[in-house]
T-cell receptor, first 113, second 111 residues
């Protein structure tokens, strides 16, 4: 059974704290994504990675960075969390072709106070 | 910037009713997908449509891709409470891995 696992379902952080969100997939997928989901805005792409150590900015990369040291793991980093980064964060992966199915994790709900 | 507008944004209906959700864009996509997301879960793929004018059926759900590949619709016949969830369309442009997601339609089916 395919699986994308996000390490934290719920986090509460304070403004200025560094936040790590981790995502692991067990499907040997090349491509991994981080999305942010806000009501009425759908899913917006923050970053994606098409190979180990390779990354590309999405539509809203400001305030975020990513790390992909191993094929199965893709981390999202908030260097200095701000209240406008309170959101649901979704990790996804896909094998190769760009018409394929995105497999999503269960999401990490981050609240920044 | 590519945008996908979904309508309606919210829908609350009685069990047994029919409904249609629309996904519209001014951009052409090489394929379009529909996902359903239940509370506390990530989105799960329902269908992918690739050819302009294509119609796909999944039990009581009928998906159509517009002839010009700019829009799509999801029709549910005789809705059930189990259909409750957030429906998201996502367009993909050939040669990229950028999935453009729609704004979402939150459906609630009352028993």
């Amino acid at each position: 059974d395919v699986k994308v696992t996000q390490s934290s379902r719920y986090l509460v952080k304070r403004t200025g704290e560094k936040v790590f969100l981790e995502c692991v997939q067990d499907m040997d997928h090349e491509n991994m994504f981080w999305y942010r989901q806000d009501p009425g805005l759908g899913l917006r792409l923050i970053y994606f990675s098409y190979d180990v150590k390779m990354k590309e900015k999405g539509d809203i990369p400001e305030g975020y960075s990513v790390s992909r040291e191993k094929k199965e793991r893709f981390s999202l980093i908030l260097e200095s969390a701000s209240t406008n980064q309170t959101s649901m964060y979704l990790c996804a992966s896909i094998l190769g072709q760009n018409t394929g199915e995105l497999f999503f994790g269960e999401g990490s709900r981050l609240t920044v106070l | 910037t590519q945008l996908l507008e979904q309508s309606p944004q919210f829908l609350s209906i009685q069990e047994g009713e029919n409904l249609t959700v629309y996904c519209n864009s001014s951009s052409v996509f090489s394929s379009l997908q529909w996902y359903r997301q239940e509370p506390g879960e990530g989105p799960v793929l329902l269908v992918t449509v690739v050819t302009g004018g294509e119609v796909k059926k999944l039990k009581r759900l009928t998906f159509q891709f517009g002839d010009a590949r700019k829009d799509s619709s999801l029709h549910i016949t005789a809705a059930q409470p189990g259909d409750t969830g957030l429906y998201l369309c996502a367009g993909v442009t050939s040669g990229t891995y950028k999935y453009i997601f729609g704004t979402g339609t939150r459906l609630k089916v009352l028993a």
